[in-house]
């Protein structure tokens, strides 16, 4: 029984050593190379390599960067301070036994753009969150104005009614392919209703609420297949959808 006691202290010591002999040899490591990895790859460009560097290094000179010690650079810190910036979800920082740094981004993603009652200006995501207008970049999104009044502090969540209602019109459009080509703009009533505004077409879609939405986009497509393939985009001004089991349109004069 000593002996197995014995053999197990020796086995103990031995790992203390080897974590202790790595531990050293890890902080003696160089940085050699700067991986940087974005998501999404395309359309979002909030963030890029030269961002990141400039977070590790004030004057972006990332050849001063390379030969430093790993623990040199606060790769802690860098995580902390890039997860910190309003644009991203997601930050990860990590280096390798060869000295290669990586670090791995995941960009917010916005789905609408918010212009309210003031001209202020900011993005809702894909989780709902407000983010920051970028003055680097700007989404391909649709923009919606009119009676928006809540703003835009830091980045808190939806608070009103109205910011709700155009979050889950915005999710749905964002979800399919063909309405996030067609939807441009949505306009805010004074009574809190939606009117959509097309980028093929030259008439305006008085949605209503988000009551039944699936089945008013539905409805649109069927009409947009049977009726305006038939007698031209441009033929009406108006498309109504809040009524129920009817599309009432207005010709043009």
């Given at each position: 029984?000593?002996?197995?006691?014995?053999?197990?202290?020796?086995?103990?010591?031995?790992?203390?050593?080897?974590?202790?002999?790595?531990?050293?040899?890890?902080?003696?490591?160089?940085?050699?190379?700067?991986?940087?990895?974005?998501?999404?790859?395309?359309e979002l460009l909030f963030i890029d390599r030269e961002t990141v560097i400039r977070s590790m290094r004030a004057d972006?000179?990332?050849?001063?960067?390379?030969?430093?010690?790993?623990?040199?650079?606060?790769?802690?810190?860098?995580?902390?301070?890039?997860?910190?910036?309003?644009?991203?979800?997601?930050?990860?920082?990590?280096?390798?036994?060869?000295?290669?740094?990586?670090?791995?981004?995941a960009q917010r993603e916005p789905i609408l753009r918010i212009v309210n009652n003031e001209g202020d200006s900011y993005?809702?995501?894909?989780?709902?969150?407000?983010?920051?207008?970028?003055?680097?970049?700007?989404?391909?999104?649709?923009?919606?104005?009119?009676?928006?009044?809540?703003?835009?502090?830091?980045?808190?969540?939806?608070?009103?009614?109205?910011?709700?209602?155009?979050?889950?019109?915005?999710?749905?459009?964002?979800?399919?392919?063909?309405?996030?080509?067609?939807?441009?703009?949505?306009?805010?009533?004074?009574?809190?209703?939606?009117?959509?505004?097309?980028?093929?077409?030259?008439?305006?879609?008085?949605?209503?609420?988000?009551?039944?939405?699936?089945?008013?986009?539905?409805?649109?497509?069927?009409?947009?297949?049977?009726?305006?393939?038939?007698?031209?985009?441009?033929?009406?001004?108006?498309?109504?959808?809040?009524?129920?089991?009817?599309?009432?349109?207005?010709?043009?004069?």
């Amino acid at each position: 029984m000593a002996g197995i006691v014995f053999l197990w202290m020796l086995l103990l010591t031995g790992m203390v050593m080897s974590l202790a002999f790595i531990n050293k040899a890890h902080d003696e490591i160089a940085c050699s190379k700067i991986v940087v990895h974005i998501q999404p790859e395309k359309e979002l460009l909030f963030i890029d390599r030269e961002t990141v560097i400039r977070s590790m290094r004030a004057d972006g000179d990332e050849n001063k960067l390379l030969g430093k010690k790993i623990t040199e650079l606060n790769l802690p810190g860098l995580e902390v301070l890039l997860e910190q910036n309003k644009l991203i979800k997601a930050a990860e920082v990590f280096t390798d036994m060869n000295g290669i740094v990586h670090i791995h981004i995941a960009q917010r993603e916005p789905i609408l753009r918010i212009v309210n009652n003031e001209g202020d200006s900011y993005y809702l995501d894909q989780q709902g969150g407000k983010m920051p207008i970028s003055t680097a970049f700007t989404a391909r999104v649709p923009v919606a104005s009119g009676n928006i009044f809540e703003g835009y502090r830091n980045r808190d969540s939806i608070e009103s009614f109205v910011l709700r209602e155009l979050f889950k019109i915005a999710t749905y459009v964002d979800k399919d392919a063909f309405w996030k080509a067609q939807i441009e703009q949505i306009f805010v009533t004074a009574e809190s209703e939606l009117i959509l505004v097309p980028k093929v077409g030259n008439h305006t879609i008085y949605f209503g609420n988000t009551d039944d939405m699936e089945a008013k986009f539905n409805k649109l497509m069927v009409f947009y297949k049977e009726a305006l393939s038939r007698v031209g985009w441009d033929k009406y001004n108006s498309i109504d959808l809040r009524f129920r089991n009817q599309i009432v349109c207005k010709k043009k004069n």
